[in-house]
């Protein structure tokens, strides 16, 4: 059973990951005196954590879910599968977050922030573009991979061929 999700409302939520993620590393660099915005990237954390762990029938629960769904009936409808178009980047937005608290809490300011801009930079792409870079990432990835064991397995076949380029 495949659960379905409108992606303009994943792009209306990318682009409020984007907006606390770009306050709180402007808070950094402008200097606006805001000591609470480390709560911004717990709010994202436990949303990618969420939507990471929480089976797809559960994903509507997500804390920016409950926040973008009363936009559902202002937003054109675009279905697609709502488990596996959530949990490339929602794992790769956890494993940012998680990284840029324990970074946070280790005075390692700078460095947390640098991973917040990024993770701000993509999901500014996701959301004003329609680009996700963990999805390209994961399709070029299991793509290579998937074309290298198909490349391994025709090699099988071929006599005298020790695993690499033969030239048969």
């Not at 402008?30 to 954590?49: K, M, N, P, Q, S």
């Not at 089976?55 to 937003?75: C, G, N």
């Not at 956890?94 to 280790?106: G, H, K, M, N, Q």
């Amino acid at each position: 059973m495949s659960v379905k999700s409108n992606r303009n409302l994943q792009r209306i939520g990318s682009g409020i990951i984007f907006l606390l993620t770009l306050f709180y590393t402007l808070n950094y660099f402008l200097e606006f005196g805001v000591t609470w915005t480390i709560y911004l990237i717990y709010f994202c954390a436990i949303d990618f954590l969420w939507k990471v762990v929480a089976p797809a029938h559960l994903l509507k629960y997500s804390p920016l879910a409950i926040i973008v769904r009363p936009l559902s009936r202002f937003v054109t409808k675009f279905p697609v599968d709502a488990k596996m178009s959530v949990l490339k980047s929602a794992t790769v937005g956890l494993i940012f977050t998680i990284a840029a608290i324990v970074l946070y809490y280790i005075d390692l300011f700078l460095i947390s922030v640098i991973l917040m801009a990024i993770l701000c930079f993509f999901a500014g792409l996701q959301s004003f573009c329609g680009w996700c870079a963990a999805c390209w990432c994961y399709s070029t990835l299991f793509s290579k991979k998937a074309s290298k064991d198909a490349y391994a397995e025709a090699e099988e076949d071929v006599p005298g061929c020790s695993g690499g380029v033969c030239g048969i």
